[in-house]
């Protein structure tokens, strides 16, 4: 066997490393590098299950031009032209890049020198607008640089963690059980959660505060005034100092719980937590950064931090976890549109030395439009070209209608993705087949600022080619040859590691020159490395700004812009689940990491889903002022009255009317530009449909128009939930006929429908139906598509939905590492188990990546009551 390649995991900002060793059936396995420093050897279950995506199946191969293959010279060839002819007719300003947080380092400068460098226009921003913009504005605010002060280790030598709109068990899992191990290492280290709803992070938590949704600048707005009331500053020791503290001191304890609607006494509890810890850090992330005053409540908590000097020593500090595998990296190369490259900003200096160290003068001389502007002005005509590279905006962007909107009308859309198939490709003009995870080769940066390399293990399928090149290639045929003849990423790294040392003497925190020099042997030998990298070792933490101080930056806490009101009551929250990544082209069709959610849900509280007449499980339908979704209740008291919560990851490609972004508004923070993504006024109504069922088919399957599906991830065959207020007989008969199939049907009170389809005596489509859902062993029916010769009996049995043969039915997955369900996690409990422990020494479950343990307390407690 080869000997195993080092890279990073391509999901979330932990940036795990793993490694990638092929089996003797030529597959990958994926396990955690136990070198590496960000997990020593552990991965969650995405993580663990990236050997399952690698399959050529799913990816777009060749370049296409308005949806027909051709070749790249051709591709690039009309690109470029069209290109040249939109900014000399209309000027830079209506060319534009819509980049990502999950490209490399190397792709991404190469994309941001492009657009700011040589095109001329500060046209390039990124989905990071929606995801750190806030963060960004908080460091640099405070700090007068993008600095994040903190690293992993913080969390395990802290006394006080506190994790603000963060969902970490979910979100960032390796971190969140390192988390896990230092609190059962040292009992006495507190974590407080502050999260609207109870998710699976306050599993651990001493103290939950389930605080009014967007309320978080009142408690850390009134924290800064109780410390200062504690031990007070001394005099303009920070910029800003006067004016801050002048507005904190009028948010004293009931003003700050009544805005928060939290009891007074847990408001006391935590702020006399974090003025007696010796250490405190705290984490946050998208209930903090996705709102509407999002950069005011990042500098709230960094205010808290200043003041009492918990920051820049081990165990301290305020932490903004990153959410993509490079979204640090797009920080520093400068994928903002209001940034330039390696921590520049647009000052007659920067513009300057940028233009001498590209060689260009073209440099863009002021910001760019940020995401949520920019898709108006393609929406307006405004912008007449743009090319979107690693994101899928239809989906991640909110008033999504709007961008649907936008692309259609845009004259020249470009798309690099590596799926085939995405919400956003549809709209192409243009498609570029990019490398993929395993194949593409380069660096990334994780949340505490370290640089990991992504290592290829695998050779490019059909076509597709590195992002840098593709870009490479059109600045070439744009005229810019000399600035972009890289022939390696080694190239690329090594230029931007001499632009960040370039004439930097300490002015720019972000600083990895210590890495110019690299050859190719030690870029790919090059281990795990925190910036700054220079000749001088890592400096102690200091201010950037002119004054050399840091600033406490006046908040004035706000409530967000949604407002429920009498036609729209409640207000949706948004966010992420464990096992899916996004809008879902990677992890959508791995079929174990769809058994543990397998369809858009809304939780929603009893009182609410008693007040709408909502049955836990049964269908709901949600409507918001700019569109509807259509999801199935789980009613639950981890939801707060009022609230209710939806995943972000359903698009078009796995569901009719799942997308929440086409209920969100583009409202955004003013600083930032950051969108409100957890906020939405809505109002939700129970939707019994006709009949809800499940059709499996060999071929593609068509629906009819009313018909609601979601689809599922099962291998070889076309698999979807689907319900529909019309009887389903008549589309049956639709995708049934004059195919020669022998039918089988079962019908039945109820809505009750059964039906097989054979072609000589091969599976070619199962559908149930019933009132509600109908109880079917999934397994069976996958079996019989794999296993033609059934016999009679076994058919009827089948007919039935039950298992001809032994094929268990073991419920939803609980335990994604070792595939073990639910009901087999209830049988267990009945004859005994009574911890996670006993569970996982029985069925393995929770023994691995540990993210489902919450679930299994859950599980344990629901039996014991
Ligand atoms: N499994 C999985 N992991 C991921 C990703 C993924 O797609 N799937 N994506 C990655 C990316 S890009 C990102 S950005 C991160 C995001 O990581 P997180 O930010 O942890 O994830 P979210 O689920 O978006 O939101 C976090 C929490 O914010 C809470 N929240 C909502 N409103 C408020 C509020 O007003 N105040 C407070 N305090 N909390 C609020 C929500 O209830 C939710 O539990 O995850 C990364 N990791
Ligand atoms: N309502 C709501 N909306 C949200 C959020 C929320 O919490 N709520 N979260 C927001 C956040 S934090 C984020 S980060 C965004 C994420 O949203 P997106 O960035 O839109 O989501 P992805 O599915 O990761 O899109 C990545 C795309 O790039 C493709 N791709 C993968 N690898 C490569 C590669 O190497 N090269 C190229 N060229 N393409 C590649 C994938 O196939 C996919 O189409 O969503 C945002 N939208
Ligand atoms: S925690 Fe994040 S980086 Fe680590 S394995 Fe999971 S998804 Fe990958
Ligand atoms: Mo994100």
């Excluded at 191969?61 to 051709?70: D, M, S, T």
């Excluded at 205010?303 to 918990?310: D, T, V, W």
């Excluded at 004054?547 to 966010?575: H, W």
Aim: with cysteine; charged share 20%.
């Amino acid at each position: 066997m080869n000997a195993p390649v080092r890279s990073t995991c391509p999901y979330c900002g932990v940036g795990c490393g793993v490694e990638a060793r092929q089996t003797e059936a030529g597959l990958y396995e994926i396990t955690g590098d136990k070198r590496h420093p960000a997990n020593f050897g552990r991965l969650c279950v995405k993580g663990a299950a990236l050997g399952e995506t690698l399959a050529p199946d799913g990816r777009l191969l060749y370049p296409e031009i308005n949806g027909e293959r051709v070749e790249w010279d051709t591709a690039l060839a009309y690109t470029a032209q069209r290109l040249r002819t939109i900014v000399d007719e209309f000027g830079p300003q209506a060319v534009a890049f819509y980049a990502s947080g999950q490209l490399l380092t190397e792709d991404y400068y190469a994309a941001n020198k492009l657009m700011k460098g040589f095109i001329g226009s500060a046209n390039i921003d990124t989905n990071s607008r929606l995801c750190m913009s806030s963060a960004v504005v908080g460091y640099k605010r405070a700090f007068g640089a993008d600095a994040v002060p903190c690293s992993y280790e913080d969390l395990e030598q802290t006394d006080l963690a506190v994790l603000v709109g963060s969902n970490a068990a979910w979100a960032h899992p390796v971190l969140y059980q390192r988390l896990v191990q230092a609190k059962k290492l040292r009992p006495q280290m507190k974590v407080v959660v502050i999260d609207p709803r109870r998710t699976a992070t306050c599993d651990i938590a001493d103290l939950h505060l389930a605080l009014r949704p967007g309320s978080d600048a009142g408690l850390f707005v009134g924290l800064l005034n109780y410390l200062h009331l504690q031990q007070p500053l001394a005099a303009e020791q920070f910029d800003g100092q006067a004016e801050a503290l002048k507005l904190a001191a009028v948010w004293p304890l009931t003003k700050c719980a009544d805005f928060c609607q939290l009891e007074a006494d847990a408001v006391q509890t935590f702020w006399q937590w974090f003025a007696e810890a010796d250490r405190a850090v705290t984490l946050y992330t998208m209930g903090i950064n996705q709102s509407s005053s999002g950069s005011d409540k990042c500098n709230a908590i960094i205010n808290a931090h200043l003041a009492c000097g918990k920051l820049a020593r081990a165990g301290c500090g305020p932490f903004s976890l990153t959410g993509q595998p490079n979204a640090m990296g797009g920080r520093e190369v400068g994928g903002l549109a209001n940034q330039l490259a390696c921590h520049m900003n647009f000052e007659p200096a920067d513009i300057a030395r940028l233009g001498q160290f590209w060689g260009s003068e073209r440099i863009a001389e002021t910001p760019g439009l940020m995401a949520v502007e920019l898709f108006g002005a393609i929406g307006r005509g405004e912008v007449k070209a743009v090319w979107i590279m690693g994101t899928n905006p239809v989906v991640s962007l909110p008033d999504a209608l709007c961008v649907e909107q936008a692309l259609a009308k845009c004259p020249l859309v470009i798309v690099s993705d590596v799926a085939l198939q995405t919400d956003t490709g549809r709209y192409a003009n243009v498609r570029f087949p990019a490398l993929a995870w395993g194949e593409k080769n380069g660096t990334v940066t994780n949340s505490e600022r370290r640089i990991s390399r992504q290592r290829s293990f695998l050779p490019a399928p059909g076509e597709a080619r590195a992002d840098w090149w593709i870009v490479s290639q059109i600045a070439q045929r744009l005229g810019y040859s000399e600035a972009f003849s890289w022939r390696h990423p080694q190239e690329i790294f090594c230029e931007h590691a001499a632009l960040s040392g370039y004439e930097n003497h300490g002015s720019r925190a972000f600083d990895i020159s210590g890495l110019a020099n690299l050859s190719r042997e030690q870029y790919d030998a090059l281990e795990p490395v925190r910036w700054p990298v220079t000749s001088e070792g890592e400096p102690v933490f200091k201010s950037w700004r002119v004054s050399g101080k840091f600033q406490l930056v006046p908040v004035e806490p706000d409530l967000p812009q949604a407002v429920a009101d009498r036609c729209y009551p409640l207000i949706l929250n948004t966010g992420r689940i464990r096992d899916q990544w996004h809008t879902m082209t990677r992890t959508g069709g791995v079929a174990r990491l769809m058994q543990h959610i397998n369809m858009p849900f809304l939780e929603i509280h009893p009182d609410d889903a008693q007040r709408y007449g909502i049955q836990d499980a049964g269908l709901v339908r949600i409507a918001s002022r700019l569109g509807g979704m259509v999801a199935r209740a789980q009613v639950s008291l981890n939801q707060q009255a009022g609230s209710v919560f939806a995943p972000m990851h359903w698009s078009q490609q796995f569901a009719r009317k799942g997308q929440t972004n086409s209920l969100v508004a583009g409202v955004c923070d003013p600083h930032s530009g950051q969108p409100e993504s957890k906020q939405t006024a809505v109002r939700v109504q129970r939707w019994q449909p006709a009949w809800q069922g499940e059709i499996f088919a060999r071929d593609k399957v068509t629906f009819a128009q009313d018909v609601q599906w979601w689809r599922q991830a099962s291998p070889g065959v076309q698999h979807f939930l689907c319900a529909a207020d019309s009887a389903c007989v008549a589309w049956l008969e639709t995708l049934t006929a004059g195919r020669g199939w022998q039918l089988q049907t079962a019908c039945g009170d109820e809505q009750f429908y059964h039906l097989l389809a054979w072609r000589e005596g091969e599976l070619q489509l199962a559908f149930y139906a019933g009132k509600s859902w109908p109880q079917i062993n999934n397994g069976a029916v996958l079996a019989a598509f794999e296993n033609g010769s059934l016999t009679p009996a076994e058919r009827h049995l089948l007919l039935a939905g039950k298992a001809p043969g032994a094929v268990n039915d073991t419920g939803k997955t609980i335990c994604s590492c070792f595939g073990v369900g639910e009901k087999t996690i209830l049988a267990a409990i009945a004859t005994g188990c009574q911890s996670v422990t006993m569970l996982g020494e029985k069925l393995q479950c929770g023994t691995n990546c540990g993210s489902c343990i919450p679930e299994l307390r859950a599980l344990l407690t629901k039996t014991a009551d």
